[in-house]
């Protein structure tokens, strides 16, 4: 008889290459979230990270300018010296133009052979096309590789289906990863389990029981650096067709037959493709576009948009947007849906409101209050729940006051909780493609959101002004107040 312990083959070799792994999102996202993944053993052992670049650097440049730059992105509790140099050896560098087909056989030279290969493309949209065309081309793709997109896919519907018919035609859509970081939020993913694993909420999650919903994903900087990107783009392209709509599915989404990747992102599909169309006269009622103008942010004065630099002094950008939609099913009818997002505003903070429906007759004469439960999720900058339940106040009479029910995850658990980035890399090493878009989601989106952005267009109307610190125009406390609501900082 055969008494040997049974032997779990060891991981294969894993590349994992950053183009644009000098920028921006590299040095605050992504090289952070993979030292958190190292420091907790969630990288397999013999992993390499490439950065890609134009820079002409070697190696050594590359790692100073990871100590110069990356380190502060790590949370002093995490870091460790010996873990920090170990993570460190794992790091490369390959310089390269991207858009030249003969600078990728230096990168073929430095991967591992046999290795999983995992190629994030944290560049500019318009580079997706070259990148994986090169990629095929020098011999790096096949069935065991993995490609990240990040956002935004495309400015419109046309380029977005372009950029998905390209990358296709090297890698199958389950090798695909269109990464959306809010989907990896620790909160986005409990709403699913507060959804459908408690019953209490189930029920009562549809029309007539919920009066509105509010989804707010609120920053609290100005444009920065990525004038000359976001001038381009604006609020509506850059926040509203991928997070807000992506938070909405989640919301909104009837339950999956199972967690099955395909069943979940079917469900999500079915809510985008039942979001109700809009028409000129439609954008024109149930949108407000905003741009900031100055005044003040965390204290501190805070220019307006046009006077950012390389803001040119007419732009119709708008930075701020609000808008009413419905969705065209039973579960939702006549549930009007509030989507705001926008730049210089009040506070950094992503929040969605659920608004259950007003008593239809109050016995507590004596309250100065009317009935109101909201469940609120906050997203960021803390991570929590919150309902709101009425009570009566203490004395006499029968006086009532809203309270709130807090679900505090960071204190439930004793679990690190780990952040969006680190999360979703975790997931594209381990194939998991549940919390990424799939093709048809990604395009459904854009085939809402186009007309709003060529309704824009027609009416021809500038963004309405509003000052940096502010909720946003005026107008979009109007748009809510039509369906006898208000934003939840209103209340």
């Known amino acids: 008889m055969n008494t040997s312990t049974p032997h779990t083959a060891p991981a294969a070799p894993l590349d994992l290459v950053i183009f644009g792994g000098v920028g921006d999102l590299s040095a605050r996202k992504l090289l952070p979230a993979l030292y958190m993944a190292h420091l907790h053993n969630n990288l397999p052992a013999a992993t390499r990270i490439h950065a890609v670049g134009r820079q002409p650097w070697d190696r050594a440049a590359f790692v100073t300018f990871v100590q110069e730059k990356v380190r502060g992105f790590i949370a002093e509790k995490a870091f460790a010296d010996a873990t920090w140099t170990s993570f460190l050896e794992r790091l490369h ?166 967690l099955d990747p395909d069943a979940v992102r079917d469900e999500k599909l079915k809510v985008l493709r039942s979001l109700r169309p809009m028409t000129t006269a439609d954008v024109g009622r149930d949108t407000v576009r905003g741009q900031y103008t100055a005044g003040a942010s965390n204290g501190e004065a805070a220019a307006g948009y046009l006077q950012e630099a390389d803001i040119p002094a007419d732009s119709g950008t708008e930075t701020f947007v609000a808008l009413r939609s ?5 579960r939702w009818a006549n549930v009007p849906i509030f989507l705001r997002t926008g ?67 960071e204190a439930a658990f004793s679990e690190r909780r780990a952040e969006a980035y680190e999360r979703l890399l975790i ?18 989106a854009w085939s809402w959101v186009e007309p709003i952005i060529n309704g824009w267009q027609q009416l021809n109307e500038k963004p309405k002004a509003y000052t940096a610190g502010s909720w946003g125009p005026a107008a979009s406390s109007a748009l809510v107040a039509r369906e006898a609501c208000s934003w939840i900082e209103e209340s």
């Open 93 to 258: 560098y390959v310089c390269a133009d991207v858009t030249l087909a003969e600078d990728f056989h230096a990168l073929a030279a430095a991967l591992q052979s046999n290795s999983d290969r995992m190629y994030y493309l944290a560049t500019a949209p318009n580079l997706f096309v070259s990148i994986c065309a090169h990629l095929r081309g020098a011999g790096l793709v096949d069935e065991r590789s993995r490609v990240v997109l990040e956002k935004p896919l495309g400015h419109d519907l046309a380029s977005a289906r372009q950029i998905n018919d390209s990358v296709g035609q090297h890698f199958q859509e389950k090798q695909i990863f269109r990464i959306d970081h809010y989907l990896g939020k620790e909160t986005v993913q409990n709403l699913m389990v507060l959804r459908f694993g408690n019953t209490i909420f189930e029920p009562l999650w549809r029309s007539p029981y919920i009066k509105s919903v509010q989804i707010t994903v609120a920053e609290a900087v100005g444009v920065g650096s990525r004038a000359g990107f976001y001038d381009s783009t604006g609020a509506m392209r850059d926040m509203m067709q991928n997070h807000l709509l992506q938070l909405l599915c989640i919301v909104a989404m009837e339950p999956p037959v199972s």
């Open 427 to 444: 997931d594209v090493i381990k194939g998991r493609l549940t919390h990424f878009m799939r093709r048809d989601e990604l395009e459904a």
């Open 343 to 409: 730049k210089r505003m009040a506070a950094r903070q992503s929040e969605i409101v659920i608004q259950f429906a007003d008593l239809p007759f109050t016995i507590f004469s004596d309250s100065a209050h009317q009935s109101v439960n909201r469940l609120m999720i906050r997203l960021q900058p803390e991570e929590h729940i919150q309902l709101q339940m009425m009570a009566k106040e203490p004395g006499s009479g029968m006086k009532l006051r809203p309270v709130n029910l807090n679900l505090d995850l």
């Open 326 to 330: 419905h969705i065209n099913n039973w």
